[in-house]
């Protein structure tokens, strides 16, 4: 871009999360909530290297409390050097949809590192539901970072596309 004399236009990156809750039939009728990445339209998208729901390195965990929130710490690929990022939802707000399942949108700022925004959308009608608290938790997993700086300059071909010619067997 430097050398077309023009600047990197600012950007946030959108990453989307569904969250559902659905009643397992059993004698216990417990409520199971579960997490996972999604695409602006609603498919499956592996977004997340793992998660943990209430402390527990999984992709679900089973409510018998709904006075209580529910902290998801969620742990991104890092490809933008996404911190991980700790949100605390209500299990109540799930169940309040029709579909019991919320979309949330997060937004990420790579210019300064950090996510800014956490929303909720019910999942059916993409109505706003209500802004989400958050915490950006560090930063991106170590496998992310670069683990060798690159040397900038000129490539200097081993060897010239003649030289190669001259070596090919000829019929």
Request: hydrophobic share 35%; with cysteine.
């Amino acid at each position: 871009m430097k050398k077309l004399n023009m600047q990197i236009p600012k950007w946030n990156l959108n990453r989307w999360i569904r969250v559902s809750m659905s009643s397992e039939e059993s004698k216990t009728q417990e409520t199971k909530l579960s997490v996972k990445g999604i695409d602006s339209s609603g498919g499956s998208y592996d977004l997340l290297k793992s998660q943990k729901l209430d402390g527990k390195e999984c992709s679900s965990i089973k409510i018998r409390d709904f006075s209580k929130t529910v902290a998801i710490d969620l742990i991104f690929h890092g490809h933008y050097n996404e911190p991980n990022l700790s949100l605390i939802l209500d299990p109540n707000m799930v169940l309040a949809q029709k579909s019991g399942e919320i979309d949330i949108n997060l937004i990420y700022n790579p210019d300064c590192g950090k996510w800014e925004i956490a929303t909720a959308y019910d999942s059916v009608s993409k109505e706003f539901i209500e802004p989400l608290k958050f915490e950006n938790k560090g930063t991106a997993s170590a496998a992310s970072k670069p683990t060798t700086q690159l040397k900038t300059g000129t490539v200097k071909p081993k060897a010239t596309l003649k030289a190669v010619a001259k070596k090919m067997p000829t019929k």
